[in-house]
């Protein structure tokens, strides 16, 4: 078992930047597919961002590539999320989640195979 523990959101004036943290505890001594995902109110959960934590891929959504940026840090078993030039668009519940394996081009957006979240922090930029 994978337990997940995010931190870091908080509320900024568009434009601006975040930086979310995940921490990861228990089995975490495998290759593990890991990511960021976000809920709007009134939307469906979406996939934002994932990278495998052994020399992997990385992918992102489309609506943040060049604004955010998904890191890694083993050592502390911490995955990172830098966000900028945040738009009220981005306005969410950020989630981590993971699973076990390799993140997978045809797959990553889907939440449900997911098996490990986070309970969430909140993204809130104004305008």
């Known amino acids: 078992q994978v337990q997940l523990a995010e931190s870091g959101g908080g509320s900024v004036q568009a434009g601006g930047s975040l930086r979310l943290s995940c921490v990861a505890s228990?089995?975490?001594?495998?290759?593990?597919?890991m990511g960021w995902f976000r809920q709007a109110p009134g939307k469906e959960r979406e996939g934002v961002a994932v990278?495998?934590?052994?020399?992997?891929?990385?992918y992102y959504a489309d609506s943040v590539k060049g604004r955010f940026t998904v890191s890694l840090d083993n050592a502390k078993n911490t995955l990172y999320l830098q966000m900028t030039a945040l738009t009220p668009e981005d306005t969410a519940m950020y989630y981590c989640?993971?699973?076990?394996?390799?993140?997978?081009?045809?797959?990553?957006?889907?939440?449900?195979?997911?098996?490990?979240w986070g309970q969430g922090t909140q993204v809130t930029v104004s305008s």
């Open positions: 989640a993971g699973i076990k394996g390799m993140c997978g081009g045809s797959w990553w957006r889907n939440e449900h195979d997911y098996r490990y």
């Open positions: 228990g089995d975490t001594d495998i290759t593990l597919c």
């Open positions: 990278m495998d934590t052994s020399p992997g891929s990385t």
